[in-house]
């Protein structure tokens, strides 16, 4: 038996309740008791007058499902107090996989000279036990599923490829899934019917699974998307989550007044809605959503092959300028390159390429894109600040990173990730809280324990409380600050003291331990 007691803290318990100086004991992983008073002490006693101690932070919208194979450590996800993920989120997940998803998959770890060690959801949870040092709750990534059995194409889904499809998500819901994740802006989710959506959605409603989205547009029609994901849940009879919910371009700021609107009038209705965000103003996502969603149809070899082919290239130009124009091509800047790609180019917007290159943007776009077969990602400078503001005050606003775990060394430290992959919760807790006031820390802290708990039907989990895991964080509140930036993201935040994921201590003094006591969460059994 492991048993330790945490004293003199400042107990913010993940309740939305008022902070109280207290002593927490934990035995193995376990909180024993919660005292504002000093119990009999035994086993190790540490001092932790002048912090913080809340309950872990869990990341609502999370990329991980891969990265955690090459790099266990998580480290730009401990560092910040996440201690769960929410992975397999835009409709692409780790597992299940069919068809020529098993081989996609394949190419992450003969990239990381590892062996893929599972094929459907059972054995992606148990690949990761023991490996891991934080908590994860998996979803069934649409796109992955589709890809797998359907392929790449366009074509509307056969009853037969239908029913294949339930048959899966039903397995996987059984091995302990969360629900559905759709990317409705990403092949093939782009070319799927809010029909067949409400066909493989009605397949989780018997496990009371969740249907997580990112919507079909953040931008010109983004009400409409609102209104189609909240039909959905209706129709399917599940919860609906709104991923990393945002109005994208100048031309759109303020639409989520009409959005947070429409979501307000479905809660008061009965429907069980909640939104993420992280707190940037900027977005990230491939380079390639750049281009209309029939030039992506068939995969990356044949949206290569219309790439080099001068007359269907003239549409693709017609289409992509005519989006574009609105948005600002000096408003995108490229993120991480392919393994042969310019890593001079990452950071700079497509404006300034074209300039250098002298070309006009869509000419640079186009040869970016040839340069890294596809394989590039993009930074967007899309949003504005009320809108922010706005989501970040919506009740029901919870927090995600919708970034993988990285590291500052070892095997996933190269490339240029969005900052948010490292900064997300302390930078909530610095900008949003204690400097600008929007809420109060209790608040914050409630958002990103008690309340995403609450909203996954995780029990005991997300409170400061007897009989929980103790999945903690002890932080300065006052030091806490994201460091990372666009320019250099691979910075750890500073004010994170100590993090404890089912009772172990996984981060300390600004070093990980070298533990990995984290878990699969199976979902039918933690509700």
Known sequence: MHRYTIANATIIDGSNH???????????DRIESVSPTAPILSGHVMDAEGLALTP????????SDLTLFADGRAVSKISQGITTEVIGQCGISGAPLFGHMQAEVEKFFDRHQMSRPYQNMAEY?????????VNVLALIGHGTLRRGIIGEGDAPASSRELRVMQSAIDEAMKDGALGLSTGLIYPPGCYTTTDELVSLTKAISPFQGLYFSHLRSEGDTLVEAVQEALDIGRRAEVGVQL??????GPHNWGKTITTLDIIGKAVEAGQDVYLDQYPYLASATTLAALLPDWALAGGPEKTLQRLKDPSILSQIRKDTEKKESRFGWNRTHIGTVSDNG?????????????AQRGIVPFDALIQILLENKIQ???????MGQDDLKRVFLYPRTLIGTDGGAVAPDGPLSRGNPHPRTYGTFPRVLAEFVRDKQWIQFEEAIYRMTGLAAKRLRLRQRGLIKDGYVADLVLLDPDLIQDRATFTEPHQTSRGVHSVYV??????????HTGDFPGRPLKYFQER
């Open 243 to 248: 991923s990393h919910h945002k109005a994208m």
């Open 18 to 28: 008022a902070k109280y100086r207290g002593f927490v004991t934990i035995v193995d």
């Open 502 to 511: 089912n009772g172990r201590p996984v981060w300390k003094n600004d070093k």
């Open 56 to 63: 872990g932070f869990i990341d609502m919208h999370s990329h």
């Open 342 to 354: 310019d890593r001079r180019m990452q950071g700079l917007s497509i404006a300034d390429i074209a």
């Open 125 to 133: 949870f148990e690949a990761l036990v023991g490996k891991i040092s």
């Open 376 to 382: 590039v990602s993009m930074v967007r400078f899309g």
